[in-house]
């Protein structure tokens, strides 16, 4: 049985690069990119989600062969199918295609659990609505086990209430830069780090793109900046959700916040330097652990 499940979504893309490149009916998706991020570090990872009735089978074989666990329920909606447009300089947007299922109708529900999918040790909520999240946390949590959880930045406005309640719940919560500028009216990562954890989570992560992220563990009084690790920026799709899963790997391997912060590091430098989530390599266990290290000593020196 798999020790570490991500719930999320999975997406078909259309994806338009800056210059010619154009690239149809991608698999992708929060679900997706966590599990692979995750995937870096150990091999007993499942992902737990919906998927429309127009989803590619092609797409699962792929993953299969990846050895990822699919726990999936098929549901009579159209999957989730989006535009993603690359312009010049790196900067991107996502766009619901008009036929598109929403996020509502391909977010899996705790319902949908069966017993095996709450025996894990491990769990990463990826960004679906806020309420839905809230019910998948409090059906995986258990005493012991782990949660982590990745808000969406179109459920938090409005949301406050279910949103505290994620914060007394969860283990450790990953909101991107712009997420906490929206959750506090400012953009003050520093303080918002702080200002999460204030409501229950034993360590925060703001996400900063390419400036790295910000990990803040409540029991240490400890804030620290993660650089990125330096690689060759081909695709930045989905590097936030690699990251989180990552994260997740890397808690549950190290109980320690920094440490876990290095492992999602790692885990997002892999999926930027490939175009496309079935490109992203799977390294090998000495090139993973050597960026690791080579990572580490980079943070360390910076505190000291």
Known sequence: MPEIFVLGNFTVDDVVYHGADVRWDQPGGNALYSALGAQVWRS????????????????????????????????????????????????????????????????????????????????????????????????????????????????????GAELEAILNLVDCFLPSREEARVAFGDDRPEEAARRFAASGPRAVVVKLGHEGSLVYDRRAERLVHVPVFPVEVRDLTGAGDAYCGGFLAGMLLTGDPLEAALYGTVSASYAVESRGVVSVPIPTPTDATRRLDALRAIVHRGLH
Request: hydrophobic share 35%; proline share 6%; aromatic share 6%.
């Open 44 to 159: 007993d990872v499942a992902v737990l989600a919906r998927l429309g009735r127009d989803y590619p089978e092609a797409h699962l074989e792929a993953l299969r062969r990846r050895g990822l666990q699919l726990g999936l329920r098929r549901v009579d909606a159209p999957n989730i199918h989006d535009w993603s447009l690359y312009e010049e300089g790196g900067t991107r947007r996502f766009i619901n295609q008009r036929a598109s299922g929403s996020h509502y109708e391909m977010s899996i529900r705790p319902e949908e659990l069966c017993d095996g999918d709450r025996s894990g040790r491990a769990y990463h909520v990826a960004p679906m609505p806020t309420d839905i999240q809230l019910g998948l946390a409090r059906a995986v949590k258990k005493p012991g086990n782990l949660v982590t959880l990745d808000p969406h930045l179109d459920y938090i406005e409005g949301h």
